[in-house]
């Protein structure tokens, strides 16, 4: 599904990111793991054409991704709080993406009734607009406004911070539904190994940009990550 | 203490990304900065002799209008000058008194521009004065109650500060009060001369002065003192939200989906709403052209000018900054599946549907005769045709972030220096002015008109070029204004 070829990223002569090759199968729960300034974000960044690829590119579903927008239609991501527009409720926000991809009315309102319960009542029908809302209920909006339509392509970065713990085990359920999923590619970083580790099938760890682990997950996959992040 | 906080206000104005972004135009509000403080001056050594010549006691005249003079100040206040207050927070749980806190970000209020303007014209005068043989005791004991009362427009503007109920009325009052003084139904300068010449005539009053000023700094104290909490003072205000549908606007398709979000984001941000109030006072700004009140203006050129500006005010004013309404969410445009087109439509049709109403509201313009307002018929064509595409083009090359939630960044905006935005504004306004011009001189204003009107109908047939090329500058410059707009 997604194809990363002498993938590169510096800045003023500093390589923040390389990747030389890296496969991730369709269908895949896809989680990248490392430390402050490994490059996860910076990766991620370059999956969704927002910065300038140094040399190399990526294939998403067999289009270049900083020379074509036909992926897109297919992709949906979550990065940071500039996913969201500030001066609208929640609904207006969902509804906004779901006529971006082409879903009406019906079909936002059966997704959102879906999660209601992740929301935990302080969401729809709050009164609020988005700026106003906790960081935490900021994060739900935007991850599940990535479930609308239906991508093959989805994309969260960091998902688990500043979520509660209730929370953050409703959305490793909503996480592990999608990844169960064979139509369905998801990717998320995180700096909680055992999050990650639980959800996703294969674990990539980055440090300075550069790829330093890859494992299919397994039941000894937690301790390795963890010595090897261990001081 | 204090040293700590100066270090920290220096570096804070050095480091702000408005002063290290650009040089020009550093220079340019330093020129303008200047020039308002040389007017000033020049005013204050020209009050007293121009004058004495028209058979005024200077200081009379002074004196009465200085109640105007103050209320002008404060409400310029009350829209420009930031509040001190906002950047404190991280302050509040080191080892600062919260006192120390209050009174450096109080006292930091009193280092501004809005109060050194002042003492520009106060200076002069008073030498003026002095030259001129009145009692020194009495005029400088005159000259620090006025410095003082003018400083207390500083602080009454910090008790004032968004609260619109204490000061519309306020406003409303003195108005009401100009407009009687005007009309001479009731002159209330001839009790407001009466306080101010009481300074000059019994010096001693100068205490009275300082203790209103002493006063009130005490009353800010106070007020912020007790209101420095993350959920009082320094609490951000929420608004009360309602989902908005507009479902009338699903028949646009696609463009409808960005239409309805425009129409949010102007009814929603303080900065977005400040355009639409700017577009309201734009219409009126024919009047200063149509009335003949100004001898040059009565020019054909300044007529169209001023007609291109009765209906454009929202076209300019929102239209230079688009896709900057966007910016504190770019990343999520540009990772959507959107059209630029649609984008791009539904901006360009709300600009269109805006320059109509304004239009159609400022009909009272047929009072003056319907060639007057056939000006602003054609200028209002000639900004759908034509100025509408110049203004998105310009608004391409604009990387500066929007902060939709702060109206006072509408003023001195640096964006109005980029260059190529200033080259593109010689079409806007040069074109159809010379247009015209060259109709009306060769045969007639008619002419003039059709040659006007005529510009603005074959800027239509440009459209959807003219669209592909804003296209091609979104794509090329997109990596750059997504890291420009992350920058806030």
């Known amino acids: 599904m997604i194809n990363v070829s002498q993938l590169s990223k510096q800045y003023n002569g500093t390589t923040v990111l390389n990747i030389s090759d890296l496969y991730i199968p369709s269908g895949e729960s896809f989680g990248l793991v490392g430390n402050n300034g490994a490059g996860k974000t910076t990766f991620f960044s370059l999956l969704l054409d927002l910065i300038e690829p140094t040399s190399g590119h990526i294939l998403n579903k067999s289009v270049q991704v900083n020379t074509s927008e036909a992926w897109k239609p297919h992709t949906a ?34 997704l959102l009734s879906k999660h209601e319960e992740f929301f935990n009542g302080e969401i729809l029908n709050s009164k609020k607009y988005l700026r106003d809302l906790s960081k935490g209920n900021m994060k739900k909006v935007g991850i599940i406004a990535t479930l609308i339509g239906k991508p093959e392509v989805i994309i969260l970065d960091e998902p688990f911070a500043n979520l509660d713990p209730t929370t ?42 550069q790829i330093v682990k890859d494992i299919q997950t397994s039941p000894e996959t937690l301790k390795e990550l963890e010595e090897f992040f261990a001081v | 203490m204090f040293k700590h906080f100066f270090m920290l206000e220096t570096k804070a104005f050095f480091r702000s990304s408005a002063l290290g972004a650009n040089l020009a135009i550093k220079i340019i509000l330093g020129i303008v900065a200047t020039f308002y403080a040389f007017m000033f001056c020049m005013l204050g050594f020209a009050m007293y002799p121009i004058l004495k010549e028209q058979g005024l006691n200077p200081l009379e005249v002074v004196n009465k209008y200085l109640i105007f003079y103050m209320v002008f100040d404060l409400t310029i206040r009350y829209f420009m000058q930031k509040m001190p207050v906002m950047n404190i927070k991280p302050l509040l749980i080191l080892n600062v008194k919260r006192n120390t806190v209050v009174h450096f970000a109080i006292g930091k209020s009193v280092i501004s521009f809005f109060n050194a ?3 520009f014209w106060l200076i002069p005068f008073t030498v003026a004065l002095l030259i001129n043989g009145h009692s020194p005791i009495n005029v400088l004991m005159w000259h620090f109650s006025i410095a003082a009362i003018l400083l207390a427009d500083n602080f009454i503007n910090l008790l004032i500060n968004n609260k619109d109920a ?113 577009s309201v006072i734009f219409i009126f700004y024919g009047l200063l052209f149509y009335t003949n009140a100004i001898e040059q203006y009565r020019a054909p050129m300044w007529q169209v000018f001023a007609g291109i500006f009765v209906s454009g005010g929202f076209l300019f004013t929102f239209g230079q900054f688009v896709p900057s309404w966007d910016s504190s969410y770019y990343p999520l445009m540009m990772s959507q599946n959107i059209k630029y087109k649609d ?146």
């Open chain 1, 168 to 209: 953050v085990n409703r959305l490793k359920k909503i996480i592990k539904e999608l990844a169960d999923d064979p139509n369905v590619t998801i990717l998320v970083s995180s700096h909680d190994l055992a999050h990650t580790v639980e959800v996703c099938n294969r674990i990539v760890a980055l440090q300075k940009g």
């Open chain 2, 117 to 119: 303007i002042h003492l």
């Open chain 2, 343 to 488: 984008y791009l439509a539904s901006k360009w049709w709300l600009m269109v549907i805006a320059t109509v109403i304004s239009t159609i509201l400022a009909s009272f313009y047929l009072v003056f005769g319907w060639k007057i307002y056939m000006l602003i018929v054609v200028g209002a064509i000639y900004n759908i045709g034509v100025n509408s595409h110049l203004v998105l083009l310009g608004g391409a090359f604009v990387k500066t972030p929007i902060d939709l939630t702060s109206g006072k960044q509408a003023f001195g905006n640096k964006q109005a220096f980029n260059v190529r935005t200033l080259l593109i504004t010689v079409p806007k306004l040069l074109v159809p002015m010379l247009l015209y011009a060259l109709g009306f001189y060769t045969y007639s204003a008619e002419l003039g008109f059709i040659l006007v009107a005529g510009a603005g109908l074959a800027g239509f047939a440009f459209r959807n070029k003219m669209f592909t090329v804003i296209e091609r500058i979104y794509r090329t410059e997109k990596y750059k204004t997504i890291a420009a707009y992350k920058g806030t």
């Open chain 1, 77 to 110: 991501a979550f990065l940071d709080e500039s996913f969201l527009i500030g001066y609208l409720t929640a609904e207006e926000y969902f509804y906004f993406i779901g006529d971006l991809r082409k879903q009406n009315k019906a079909d936002v309102d059966a």
């Open chain 2, 166 to 278: 204490v000061f519309y009325p306020v406003v409303g009052i003195v108005l009401a009060a100009a407009l009687c003084w005007y009309y001479d139904w009731y002159d209330v300068t001839v009790y407001t001369q009466m306080v101010f010449s009481a300074f000059y005539e019994t010096p001693i009053g100068v205490i009275f002065a300082l203790v209103f000023l002493a006063l009130l700094y005490w009353f800010v104290f106070k007020y912020y003192r007790n209101r420095l909490y993350l959920d009082t003072g320094l609490a951000k205000k929420n608004d009360i939200a309602k989902t908005e549908n507009f479902g009338w606007l699903d028949q646009f398709g696609e463009m409808g989906v960005f239409l309805k979000n425009d129409i949010r984001l102007l009814k929603r941000n303080k900065r977005s709403r400040t355009t639409v109030v700017m």
